[in-house]
């Protein structure tokens, strides 16, 4: 047994291998059952947190810029089909006879573009087991990753949609973007080229989202290289334009500049050359269908005795690009001092 402790005062005491100010006790300070050890060491434990905390993740961006939705189907289907009416007839500029009946024009043929919906959905379950002897939080751990897990995946969703588009550039550091993708490093994107690939949009009458402006996704990286260019007047921040009624700041909302609102965020593709992937939207460029809305769904239990605790997430729906001339991806470039930890960039080889 340890006696009792005797002469205390200060001095510095081996706490748990570290060397700290503290009362010091002359007397036995160990017992034979516990060992060698210091009394610290023996009756002071490590203690931890309960709740298990989500590392920082970047935010669903893509699917809040999808403006056209199906109006009025027939009937509900796996697949539909949308009209568009994209030429217009001829101007009538000659003055007409007085005596004289014009012939009849036709109206301009329609363009069909088809879409599909599709059930998206993913399921977790936990036991009561885990739950009963567990020294974590599970269930508040569940529902933050299925519904993480919801936005990410239709975030993902979208994003392949608009790798579909056929309008790709890749700068070469001409000012003037390439049609195509990369087959090597990039150069990095400057006004040049956002001013063609702006004006180029216009010229087909892609319209521009409020107040007339396109809608840029950008990764940090590159979005350095393009800051950099210009000052404060040529580049304006986003806390200016906010001062007009219809100014919203959106998450990653960077400002504006030549006609683009800029949008940073990691979740841009990137390739296997180190290339990101810059998108620029306009108005009726992403179609979205939902025939049912993603939601978590708790799901049944599949034992007799009620144990299993399931919880998912679902959906049904489908996106597709609706007008393409309102849908631009460009390959560049960035900055290499920015590190890259992109929250699961997806490597488009």
């Known amino acids: 047994m340890a006696s009792r402790l005797e002469n ?80 217009r007839l001829d101007l009538a500029t000659t003055p007409l006879d007085e005596y004289g009946d014009p012939d009849y024009v036709p109206l301009p043929p329609l363009n069909k573009k088809s879409f599909t919906v599709n059930e998206y959905g993913n399921a977790t379950v936990t036991t009561l087991r885990l739950r009963d002897f567990s020294w974590a939080q599970i269930d508040p751990l569940q529902a933050y990753m299925v519904s993480d897990n919801m936005g990410n995946t239709v975030d993902k969703l979208v994003e392949n949609v608009l790798m579909t588009g056929a309008n790709e550039f890749t700068v070469d550091g001409s000012g003037i973007p390439v049609a195509g993708a990369p087959a ?68 990653g909302d960077i400002g504006i500049y030549e006609g683009v609102r800029w949008i940073e965020t990691t979740r841009v593709p990137m390739d296997s050359f180190g290339n990101y992937c810059t998108f620029i939207l306009g108005r009726d460029g992403l179609l979205e269908a939902i025939n049912r809305e993603f939601s978590t769904v708790v799901t049944p239990t599949s034992d007799k005795f009620g144990r299993m605790a399931g919880l998912g997430w679902f959906g049904c729906a489908g996106w597709g690009i609706y007008n393409e001339e309102a849908v631009v991806r460009v390959w560049s470039s960035g900055d290499a001092v920015v590190i890259d930890d992109s929250f699961g960039t997806l490597i488009t080889a």
């Open 8 to 87: 205390p005062g200060q001095a510095d005491v081996l706490f748990n291998a570290k060397s700290i100010v503290g009362e010091v006790n002359t007397g036995i300070l160990h017992d034979p059952t516990i060992g060698d050890g210091n009394l610290a060491a023996a009756v002071v434990k490590d203690t931890f947190d309960q709740l298990i905390r989500i590392r920082q993740q970047a935010e669903p961006y893509y699917r809040k810029w999808a403006t056209v939705r199906p109006a009025n189907l027939v009937h509900p289907g796996h697949t539909f089909d949308m009209f568009q009416s994209r030429e």
């Open 184 to 251: 090597a490093l990039a150069g990095p994107l400057t006004s040049a080229d956002i001013r063609r690939i702006v004006a180029g949009m216009r010229a087909k009458h892609a319209l521009p989202f409020d107040g007339g402006l396109y809608v840029g996704f950008i990764h940090p990286a590159a979005a350095v290289k393009l800051r950099e260019e210009t000052d404060a007047a040529g580049w304006r921040p986003a806390h200016q334009y906010t001062e007009n009624t219809n100014g919203v700041i959106f998450t």
